[in-house]
T-cell receptor, first 113, second 119 residues
Framework: NAGVTQTPKFRVLKTGQSMTLLCAQD?????MYWYRQDPGMGLRLIHY???????AKGEVPDGYNVSRLKKQNFLLGLESAAPSQTSVYFC????????????FGPGTRLTVL | AQKITQTQPGMFVQEKEAVTLDCTYD???????LFWYKQPSSGEMIFLIY??????QNATEGRYSLNFQKARKSANLVISASQLGDSAMYFC????????????????FGEGTQLTVNP
């Protein structure tokens, strides 16, 4: 049982490049989330999904797109990276009951030059 | 308005002493959940403790306890017998409403408190 995994762990992009971050969970969780964490700050929600084929915007969705084609995977895309998107990105998931805690992946450190 | 406020950017404690990390929250929901996470320097997010708004008892998990004062909207984390390995960033987070499709069980995080345990 690997829990929540994220690929890649580190990435450096140039302004304007695109990339996709992959989050995978093997716990059969319904809900999945993408957060970003900027230096010295807490996590802010980018997008989330309450089930396969569904996505919704969080607090800071601009510049990002997501897809959840399979229940176990949640993809975060940057179409045209900007330096303001330099951050650590965390994926999380929960089963979907009232007392659930969010299980977090290890994070992806992204630098946009 | 900030929904989760952690007023202590940094805290210092001596090893083996207890420490309280403050968290206040703002919500109009009757049903909500409060969480504490630990983030060591390695960067991962580690769940510590959960308190539901309807829970009458304060939550405890080993050396961690949550001092929940509903009327004051505070959910302070108490760490007893601090250890050097407790040095980390600590985040308070809130989930508003029950877990349901419309709300998505989203978490709102505070800005964190950096705890340093001195030997």
């Amino acid at each position: 049982n690997a829990g929540v995994t994220q690929t890649p762990k580190f990435r450096v992009l140039k302004t304007g490049q695109s990339m996709t971050l992959l989050c995978a969970q093997d716990m059969n969780h319904e809900y999945m989330y993408w957060y970003r964490q900027d230096p010295g700050m807490g996590l802010r929600l980018i997008h989330y999904s309450v089930g396969e084929g569904t996505t919704a915007k969080g607090e800071v969705p601009d510049g990002y797109n997501v897809s959840r084609l399979k229940k176990q995977n949640f993809l975060l895309g940057l179409e045209s990276a900007a330096p303001s998107q330099t951050s650590v990105y965390f994926c999380a998931s929960i089963r979907g009951t009232s007392t659930d805690t969010q299980y977090f992946g290890p994070g992806t450190r992204l630098t946009v030059l | 308005a900030q929904k989760i406020t952690q007023t202590q950017p940094g805290m210092f404690v001596q090893e083996k002493e207890a420490v309280t990390l403050d968290c206040t929250y703002d919500t109009s929901d009757q049903s909500y959940g409060l969480f504490w996470y630990k983030q060591p320097s390695s960067g991962e997010m580690i769940f510590l403790i959960y308190q539901g708004s309807y829970d009458e008892q304060n939550a405890t998990e080993g050396r961690y306890s949550l001092n929940f004062q509903k009327a004051r909207k505070s959910a302070n984390l108490v760490i007893s017998a601090s250890q050097l390995g407790d040095s980390a960033m600590y985040f308070c987070a809130m989930r508003e409403g029950w877990v349901e499709v419309t709300s998505g069980s989203r978490l709102t995080f505070g800005e964190g408190t950096q705890l340093t345990v001195n030997p």
